[in-house]
């Protein structure tokens, strides 16, 4: 029906049963890093993804600064992911003794960045910064 397609597999006790898929489903795609920021740590659950089901977006990943981080230029959204209207993905605390604290927030352009003017504390080198958020394009 429309761009869900459906395929019959078998379900937990061993019997067949449909389950749907959403043809427009991206799958988990790398996102840009900014100068200075790289995954926490090598994990699959820590690598900065985005993934694009229909038009709802989610992003998903942990990074860490190895400079004085550029809060305003942390990692890219490629094309194709971005809103159309800068979108606050929330707040967040990163991990260091400092109390670094923030808003995220994902501009039209991609560049997922802290709030002008909504942080505090400082950012020393190997501070981590979860990155977690839903939106919707188009």
């Known amino acids: ?4 397609g459906w395929r019959r597999t078998a379900g937990g006790s061993g019997s067949p049963v449909w389950v749907s898929s959403d043809r427009n489903d991206t799958g988990w795609v790398d996102v840009a890093l ?10 699959p659950q820590y690598q900065p993804k985005i993934r694009r089901v229909g038009s ?6 942990i990074i860490k600064n190895s400079l ?19 979108t606050t993905l929330g707040a967040y605390h990163s991990s260091n003794t400092n109390g670094h604290h923030g808003e995220l927030v994902v501009t039209a352009a991609g560049v997922i960045q802290t709030g002008t003017g909504y942080y505090s504390g400082t950012l020393p080198v190997g501070s981590g910064i979860p990155l977690h958020g839903t939106w919707f394009i188009g």
């Not at 709802?56 to 990943?61: D, H, K, N, Y």
């Open 34 to 43: 900014g100068p200075g920021w790289a995954a926490a740590r090598s994990a």
């Open 56 to 61: 709802m977006v989610q992003l998903r990943g």
């Open 68 to 86: 004085t981080g550029d809060i305003s230029n942390m990692c890219t959204v490629p094309a194709g992911f971005r809103p159309a209207l800068d």
């Open 1 to 4: 029906i429309g761009d869900v």
